[in-house]
């Protein structure tokens, strides 16, 4: 713009006359309600524009105080998330060994159990032989002859 209204000639410049901007007060002619008035006088622009700033310093003031909020319940958050972390760790471990104790002190039962179970069949196995044996004597003095199949002593 500035190299367009150097490049005029002198004789085709604004006059000074309409180059000056007179303020609406020294204007008599000019009165509220015609049609060539301004529709905000500009004091009331520049109020409006301190207004519309400090509107908006409001505005992003209170958005940061709300930011910092979030983030400092964010922050809360993550330290229970921790807390939490730590102790649901820490009552597992403990399940965990109890449920350690509790299968070993099962498998010595059973292991008990087992070892008896063992001495009893043995016992019987025992038993079933003297009287496989005795069978064999009472059929030897009867003179009845032994069936293969019921020879249990094996």
Do not use: C
Request: no cysteine; glycine share 8%.
């Amino acid at each position: 713009m500035e190299t367009t209204m150097n490049n005029l000639p002198p004789d085709t410049a604004i006059p000074a006359e309409d180059a000056r901007q007179e303020s609406p007060a020294s204007q008599p002619e000019r009165r509220a309600g015609r049609p060539d008035d301004d529709l905000v006088r500009w004091r009331e622009f520049r109020l409006a524009l301190w207004i519309g700033g400090f509107a908006l310093a409001a505005i992003l003031g209170g958005q940061g105080f709300l930011y910092s909020a979030i983030m400092g319940l964010q922050g809360e958050m993550h330290a229970q998330i921790g807390g939490l972390r730590i102790e649901v760790n820490t009552q597992i471990d403990g399940l965990r060994t109890e449920m350690n104790t509790k299968i070993d002190d099962l498998r010595a039962d059973m292991q008990a159990q087992f070892a008896y179970v063992h001495e009893r069949v043995d016992e019987l196995s025992e038993r079933i032989h003297v009287l496989s044996e005795r069978v064999a004597r009472i059929e030897t003095r009867l003179d009845i002859a032994a069936d293969p199949a019921s020879d249990l002593g094996g």
